[in-house]
């Protein structure tokens, strides 16, 4: 079994790209430390918890060898949320519309671990993670040649834009590796000036206490009070930092039905939204990605939204 044979085996399970990187404990891991001690996690809790697993994959592997690393596009065919001018429109990040991705992705990499065990003539040890494991998987990403760490903190791939979600197989094989990503960046600035709550601090470097995504989605409590204006419209995770990147002008889309935007999400507006019921959205959030913010959190962005939308209105007369 050749890296070759497990890449053309990854793209008959559904990803769209697939690399692989030595199980080393690459500069940029060191990173994380210096980031958390910055305060950048905000109450991420389980990321201080997991830092020192997070240092080196061969931590949660010791004989790990190799990380094959995948990359599964997300894009579907909607407008972006910068250019949509009504502000009563609620804005969902589009890594949310469809299936969860932590059962897709991770289906679809447990299909091609068992191929891999089938193949190989001698047992080896293996983890499959997809976000939920305490993996840096966009430091793996850039190794294993998927795409460079953009400015904005996400990989991107030349062809594929940005639009995907990684996964990852951390194994004891010894595979063929690939090239690292260059950085194709250059001079451009576009996403740190687009972020309306300036979350990016410097080129690669995210203040997640400031970005609406974690307010949005993983801070608990109230939002505090100064970042409620520049949330705008944005009901669950922001992709304004994505949408405004070059590299995702051409960004190929996807026609996987796992992807496509749920009829709840759908364009929909903010009164609408809040005037679902708790078992309706329960509903629709059900084998969602959205569930990590429950039905309460959910009402807790759209009250922020409708503020802001009101005090537009009333600004426009
Ligand atoms: C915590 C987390 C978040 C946090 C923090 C995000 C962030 N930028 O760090 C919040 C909640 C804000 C978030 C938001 C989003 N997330 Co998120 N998130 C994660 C998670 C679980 C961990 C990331 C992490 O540890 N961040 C901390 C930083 C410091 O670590 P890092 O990402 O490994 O970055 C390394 C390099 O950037 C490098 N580095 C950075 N700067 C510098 C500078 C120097 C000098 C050096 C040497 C190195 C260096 O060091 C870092 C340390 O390892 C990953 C899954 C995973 N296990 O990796 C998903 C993940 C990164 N998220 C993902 C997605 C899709 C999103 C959103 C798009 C969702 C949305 N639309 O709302 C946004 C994007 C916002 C953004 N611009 O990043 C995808 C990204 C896919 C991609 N193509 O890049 C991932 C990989 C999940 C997945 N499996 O697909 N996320
Ligand atoms: S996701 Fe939104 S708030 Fe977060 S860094 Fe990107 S543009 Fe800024
Ligand atoms: S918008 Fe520009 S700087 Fe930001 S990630 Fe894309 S290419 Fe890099």
């Given at each position: 079994?050749?890296?070759?044979?497990?890449?053309?085996?990854?793209?008959?399970?559904?990803?769209?790209?697939?690399?692989?990187?030595?199980?080393?404990?690459?500069?940029e891991?060191?990173?994380?430390?210096e980031?958390?001690?910055?305060?950048?996690?905000?109450?991420?809790?389980?990321?201080?918890?997991?830092?020192?697993?997070?240092?080196d994959?061969?931590?949660?592997?010791?004989?790990?060898?190799?990380?094959?690393?995948?990359?599964?596009?997300?894009?579907?065919?909607?407008?972006?949320?910068?250019?949509?001018?009504?502000?009563?429109?609620?804005?969902?990040?589009?890594?949310?519309?469809?299936?969860?991705?932590?059962d897709?992705?991770?289906?679809?990499?447990?299909?091609?671990?068992?191929?891999?065990?089938?193949?190989?003539?001698?047992p080896?040890?293996?983890?499959?993670?997809?976000?939920?494991?305490?993996?840096?998987?966009?430091?793996?990403?850039?190794?294993?040649?998927?795409?460079?760490?953009?400015?904005?903190?996400?990989?991107?791939?030349?062809?594929?834009?940005?639009?995907?979600?990684?996964?990852?197989?951390?194994?004891?094989?010894?595979?063929?590796?690939?090239?690292?990503?260059?950085?194709q960046?250059?001079?451009?600035t576009?996403?740190?000036?687009?972020?309306?709550?300036?979350?990016?601090?410097?080129?690669?470097?995210?203040?997640?206490?400031?970005?609406?995504?974690?307010?949005?989605?993983?801070?608990?409590?109230?939002?505090?009070?100064?970042?409620?204006?520049?949330?705008?419209?944005?009901?669950?995770?922001?992709?304004?930092?994505?949408?405004?990147?070059p590299?995702?002008?051409?960004?190929?889309?996807?026609?996987?039905?796992?992807?496509?935007?749920?009829?709840?999400?759908?364009?929909?507006?903010?009164?609408?939204?809040?005037?679902?019921?708790?078992?309706?959205?329960?509903?629709?959030?059900?084998?969602?990605?959205?569930?990590?913010?429950?039905?309460?959190?959910?009402?807790?962005?759209?009250?922020?939204?409708?503020?802001?939308?009101?005090?537009?209105?009333?600004?426009?007369?």
């Amino acid at each position: 079994m050749t890296s070759a044979d497990i890449k053309s085996h990854a793209r008959a399970v559904g990803f769209d790209a697939c690399g692989i990187a030595p199980a080393a404990a690459h500069p940029e891991l060191s990173f994380f430390r210096e980031w958390l001690g910055r305060g950048y996690a905000g109450d991420m809790a389980y990321l201080h918890r997991s830092a020192d697993r997070r240092a080196d994959v061969r931590n949660i592997l010791p004989g790990a060898r190799s990380v094959i690393v995948t990359a599964t596009v997300y894009h579907t065919d909607r407008p972006y949320s910068i250019e949509c001018a009504d502000r009563g429109r609620a804005q969902i990040a589009r890594y949310a519309w469809g299936d969860d991705y932590h059962d897709v992705v991770g289906g679809r990499l447990e299909r091609l671990l068992d191929w891999m065990r089938a193949q190989s003539p001698e047992p080896f040890d293996a983890r499959a993670y997809v976000d939920t494991g305490p993996v840096q998987e966009r430091v793996y990403a850039q190794h294993a040649g998927i795409g460079w760490i953009g400015k904005n903190t996400c990989v991107i791939n030349p062809t594929l834009g940005s639009w995907t979600f990684l996964g990852v197989v951390v194994c004891s094989l010894t595979l063929e590796t690939d090239a690292p990503s260059l950085d194709q960046c250059g001079s451009c600035t576009l996403c740190i000036e687009a972020c309306p709550t300036q979350a990016i601090v410097a080129p690669g470097v995210l203040d997640s206490t400031r970005c609406i995504s974690y307010l949005t989605i993983e801070h608990r409590g109230e939002i505090p009070s100064e970042h409620h204006e520049h949330i705008g419209s944005h009901v669950y995770g922001c992709d304004v930092c994505q949408e405004v990147c070059p590299w995702n002008a051409v960004a190929p889309h996807s026609h996987d039905p796992a992807w496509q935007p749920r009829p709840a999400w759908d364009a929909v507006d903010l009164l609408t939204l809040a005037r679902r019921g708790d078992d309706e959205l329960a509903a629709a959030m059900r084998g969602s990605a959205m569930r990590r913010a429950k039905a309460q959190g959910l009402r807790r962005n759209v009250a922020v939204a409708l503020s802001n939308a009101e005090a537009s209105v009333e600004a426009d007369t």
